[in-house]
């Protein structure tokens, strides 16, 4: 990224789980799976906000060939085999998760190009939010359409 840069004009917001009451609820929370065709790179961010008292928060990445998940599977980290956090516990409240992905974690060669982040809410009723950035365009600028507002 060269100085003169906007942020905006790197980095795709792909997909996004918003701080709302639904998205806070127990269970699982999905991003639904993004094409990462378009990137070398993608980062996951993850800011957590309020937890109930005895929450966790898990957050796996799966892979898959389409948009639907056909064929899903876990996405794993050349080196040491898994891209998940560590649990998040009420202690871990107002930081933040920074997951980076590279195109050489997924399975190319058998057709796998599309990701999907999953949250996971247990215990009680918790605040986050999550972003799936598309980083290093392969093709084209990436588009900043994505944003309600760019201020430069």
Known sequence: MSYTEQFTETHD???ALAPTAANAAVGTHNTGYVSMADY??????LHIGELGPLSTIDVNLT???DALGTGAMALTNIA?????????VTADEGNYIGI???SEEFDVDN????LNA??????????YSCVIFGIVSRYEPVGVTDFQEVVA
């Open 13 to 15: 917001v792909l997909a």
């Open 40 to 45: 070398h790179r993608a980062f996951v961010w």
């Open 63 to 65: 892979q898959a060939t």
């Open 80 to 88: 040491a085999g898994t891209k998940s956090p560590v649990q998040i």
């Open 100 to 102: 980076e992905v590279r």
């Open 111 to 114: 057709g796998y190009v599309f």
């Open 118 to 127: 999953a949250v996971v809410i247990g215990g009680e009723v918790s605040y």
